[in-house]
């Protein structure tokens, strides 16, 4: 039923973004090797992620038949995933987005996606067992205090983390930050210090071999993660 993660739709300005990924906006929207950005009126932060999928009309009837509450749009299918705004469309035909500085320091593509869910098992039934997501890992670990579960999408992961010092919950999920992947972590960090953004110095990965760094402003409010080091999905 979905064949990719195709955009995230967050409040704030498509010109932020421009110096945060290091591409050029086309119409107020932006997009990557693997995923596209749409800005729109609102609260900063992630707002919704659409899916691309072959065939609406099978979608919309399989969702059905999964008693998964939904809303033909147009020619899409709105739904929520326990707080989280999600729609099903067709693929965007739209080319990556221009390079605005040198393409190794600029960002290639979404590495994942992060949702925070305070009940894993039901992320686990509607992820999986709704939208056919394909579930890789699913990894509890005291020393990050989180358990993690990683959904495979195409080339990247819908990452869902659940806090384990806070216990299950029937409360909303929240669709909550973006990690990008860079081919230099170290040419980006330079590219984004030199633009004035407050970025933290580079770590290791949970990854091996991967190196990583922080955004701590000029996000539009979404927690962001640089990662280099790594081969795609």
Not at 56 to 77: M, N, W, Y
Not at 85 to 98: F, G, N, T, V
Not at 107 to 130: K, M
Not at 139 to 147: A, I, L, T, V
Request: hydrophobic share 40%.
């Amino acid at each position: 039923m979905i064949d990719a993660l195709d955009h995230l739709t967050l409040g704030g300005s498509a010109g932020v973004y421009e110096t945060l990924l290091g591409r050029r906006a086309s119409d107020g929207r932006l997009r990557t090797g693997n995923v596209g950005l749409a800005f729109a009126d609102g609260a900063p932060g992630l707002q919704s992620m659409t899916f691309a999928t072959a065939d609406i009309g099978k979608a919309a009837t399989l969702l059905e038949r999964r008693a998964v509450a939904a809303t033909r749009d147009g020619d899409a299918v709105a739904l929520t995933g326990h707080g989280v705004a999600i729609r099903l469309d067709a693929k965007a035909s739209d080319a990556p987005s221009p390079f605005t500085a040198d393409e190794a320091s600029c960002v290639s593509a979404l590495d994942h996606v992060v949702v925070r869910t305070p009940n894993p098992e039901r992320a686990i039934a509607f992820y999986a067992g709704r939208l056919g997501l394909d579930l890789r890992l699913d990894r509890s670990n005291e020393q990050w205090g989180s358990r993690l579960l990683f959904f495979r999408c195409g080339d990247l992961v819908v990452e869902i983390a659940h806090d384990l010092k806070k216990g299950v919950s029937d409360a909303p999920d929240q669709l909550w930050g973006l990690s990008w992947r860079v081919p230099d972590v170290a040419k980006a960090h330079a590219r984004l210090k030199a633009a004035g953004l407050d970025v933290t110095p580079p770590r290791d990965g949970r990854r091996p071999g991967s190196q990583v760094f922080s955004v701590k402003n000029q996000t539009e409010g979404v927690p962001t993660l640089v990662i280099g080091g790594i081969g795609r999905w």
